[in-house]
């Protein structure tokens, strides 16, 4: 989570940050910059860090942010129908690289 940077939850910036074995997390109120909440840790410590409940939501949407896999510069996919066997298959001629998706013609 420390290499995966910042995440803005709920107007807070959450992120942990450190090297070697000593750590910090910490939330910042994403308006004013002001740290509304800092605390150091061990690494070894993360656990204890995981189980406190002041703690926990903050960590876990740093988690899901750094899990999540992000579309980005994807090329946007065209409306089709799903009971178009036409349509799918084209559809699926694009996803498997053997088409454009300028390919797909709507009706």
């Known amino acids: 989570m420390r290499q995966h940077g ?18 910090t997390f910490y939330l ?9 909440f ?7 410590q993360f656990n204890e860090l995981w189980l406190d409940p002041e703690c926990l939501p903050w ?7 750094a899990m999540v896999r992000k579309l980005e510069g994807a090329v946007p996919m ?16 694009v996803l498997s690289g053997g088409a454009d998706p300028g390919d797909i013609e709507e009706e």
Do not use: C, H, M
């Not at 065209?78 to 001629?93: G, H, K, R, T, W």
């Open 38 to 44: 800092k605390r150091n840790f061990y690494k070894e």
């Open 78 to 93: 065209p409306d089709i129908d799903p009971a178009s066997y036409v349509e799918v298959q084209a559809l699926a001629d």
């Open 6 to 23: 910042e995440v803005v939850i709920n107007n807070r910036l959450a992120r942990v940050e450190g090297t070697a074995a000593w750590k």
């Open 59 to 65: 960590l876990e949407g740093i988690l899901e942010d």
């Open 28 to 36: 910042k109120d994403v308006k004013t910059s002001e740290v509304v």
